[in-house]
């Protein structure tokens, strides 16, 4: 008996028309926020040693600044025309975002003539937080913008009734809110 011929070409098969098709993608680009040096406003004294060493110092760095900039020398560079640190005085770290906690020993301070410009920080404790939670559950009224007539208004959060209106903006709106709204110290001072 003749055995079927066998075919020498490749076929391909044509795709399944359910099955998605794979495309390459282009990595994702992410850009670091540019560095910027900590503003001198933002780094204030604690507490003040007799001797010149051992200053407390609290630096609030702003929200999303990672904590590694404060390794760097150059990152207290306009902070040290104003603020006097000194080696040996530490550096409490906060974040205005609450996500990290940190305390650096000031190593050395240093500059071109005679102006410092550059801090040398050694870390002492760093501790990183989630984001806090609002809890929602003990919010009793809240802001809203209901529109050109009633503006902003303060609502009662558990009945969605307008408590008071008219407010041409958000502060007026929460300065209200702030006088509607009891604390029970308040309550159990009245």
């Not at 900590?38 to 630096?59: F, K």
């Amino acid at each position: 008996m003749n055995a079927p011929a066998k075919s020498t070409t490749t076929e391909t098969k044509a795709p399944d028309a359910s099955a998605p098709e794979a495309r390459p993608v282009a990595p994702i680009e992410v850009r670091q926020a540019p560095f910027k040096p900590l503003e001198a406003g933002r780094l204030r004294l604690v507490r003040s040693s007799e001797c010149d060493i051992c200053n407390l110092w609290a630096a609030v760095l702003p929200a999303g600044a990672p904590f590694e900039n404060v390794l760097r020398p150059d990152y207290w560079s306009s902070c040290l025309g104003a603020k006097p640190l000194r080696v040996a005085d530490t550096v409490e770290i906060h974040v205005d975002c609450q996500t990290y906690f940190g305390r650096v020993l000031v190593r050395d301070v240093s500059g071109a003539g005679g102006a410092k410009t550059r801090a040398s920080m050694a870390l002492l404790e760093l501790h990183r937080f989630d984001r806090v939670a609002r809890n929602d559950e003990a919010l009793t009224h809240r802001v809203e913008f209901r529109g050109p007539h009633l503006k902003h208004c303060v609502i009662a959060v558990k009945d969605n009734k307008v408590v008071s209106d008219g407010h041409a903006d958000v502060a007026t709106a929460e300065a209200a809110l702030r006088a509607i709204v009891r604390t029970p110290a308040r309550e159990a001072a009245k």
